[in-house]
């Protein structure tokens, strides 16, 4: 399906009032890029961030105060007809001048929704094989696994250095029958990973409820009986609730969390809590600089740090308990 993608330049006094003006026209999925936060937040010394994406320090808008409001449309008469009254309602709030015009070009679904799927690819992590679900597997060992991922719009394909990390801890350290929670789960990928080597039972947990969804879609791709995965959507650091419908099902082998570092330090005295004597803590999504806070964080909740690995700048962590 085609879509017309317009784009207005204005300054960021004026965003708002634009903004309210797309709502009234029953225009809600606006993008605004405004290069004056970005500079805001990459100068603030009091941000704690452990990553920030290459694209946000080499904008080619940086130099510029220019605000850029983006938004689509149909292409049909009645869209045309609907961007001609919003530019002539912010002709009338004196927002655009008569002669300044509004950028358009026409897109397809296939342009935004699906163009990162060229970079999702079958990758091996051991015996695992992560397989985008418009792929087909191809395995190579009979004890090859292929755990099949559609992520949508939730993180989790195992190209991230954090992610095979934490395949690569699951396959060493995963034992069949072993109960496992995965914090944070996003795609699912890690409880899929996690039931394919034969746990017996997973739950899992995310803040967003995209992840939710995305992982029991993948949990059906997969064949997984669904009596074995157990999806809760909370924050388990701040939801007693759920901490406490957690711990009501007993202590674990395994606990995986693909996070940042100040959510595993946060995490490290719960988890020790909900652990089985012997159990393990696999922890990823740590940058380097961050490591020796998340080790004593570890270490004062009582584990002891069995193996900690870095590649590329990212870090994993895998602690027992007892």
Request: charged share 20%.
């Amino acid at each position: 399906m085609e879509w017309r993608k317009v784009i207005l330049l204005t300054t960021g006094s004026n965003t708002e009032l634009i903004s309210a003006i797309l709502y009234d026209f029953g225009i809600y999925s606006i993008e605004i890029d405004d290069p004056n936060e970005r500079r805001v937040f990459l100068s603030d010394p009091s941000a704690n961030w452990d990553y920030v994406d290459d694209l946000l320090t080499t904008h080619p808008s940086d130099t510029s105060n220019d605000v850029l409001v983006t938004f689509y449309l149909g292409t049909d008469i009645d869209s045309q007809n609907l961007l001609e009254l919003f530019k002539a309602e912010l002709i009338n709030q004196s927002l655009v001048s008569e002669s300044q015009a509004l950028t358009s070009e026409m897109v397809t679904d296939q342009s935004w929704l699906h163009e990162w799927k060229k970079y999702f690819h079958p990758i091996r992590i051991g015996r695992v094989i992560i397989v985008p679900a418009w792929d087909e597997p191809i395995l190579e060992n009979i004890s090859d696994i292929a755990c099949i991922i559609d992520p949508g719009s939730a993180f989790g394909t195992g190209q991230h250095i954090t992610t095979s990390l934490c395949i690569e801890a699951l396959q060493d350290r995963l034992s069949p029958e072993d109960l496992v929670i995965d914090i944070g789960c996003g795609s699912g990928i890690l409880s899929i990973t996690s039931l394919l080597l034969e746990a017996k039972n997973v739950i899992s947990t995310d803040i967003e409820l995209y992840a939710i969804e995305a992982t029991k879609k993948n949990a059906k791709i997969n064949s997984i009986n669904l009596d074995s995965l157990h999806v809760f959507a909370g924050n388990i650091l701040t939801s007693t609730a759920l901490l406490e419908t957690i711990i009501k099902r007993g202590n674990y082998n395994i606990i995986v969390a693909n996070i940042v570092a100040d959510v595993l330090i946060d995490l490290a005295p719960i988890v020790s809590n909900m652990l089985m004597d012997n159990g393990c803590f696999i922890a990823s999504g740590i940058i380097t600089e961050r490591l020796e806070a998340v080790l004593s964080s570890f270490t004062n909740a009582g584990f002891t740090i069995l193996e900690s690995k870095t590649v590329e700048g990212w870090c994993s962590v895998v602690a027992a308990h007892g």
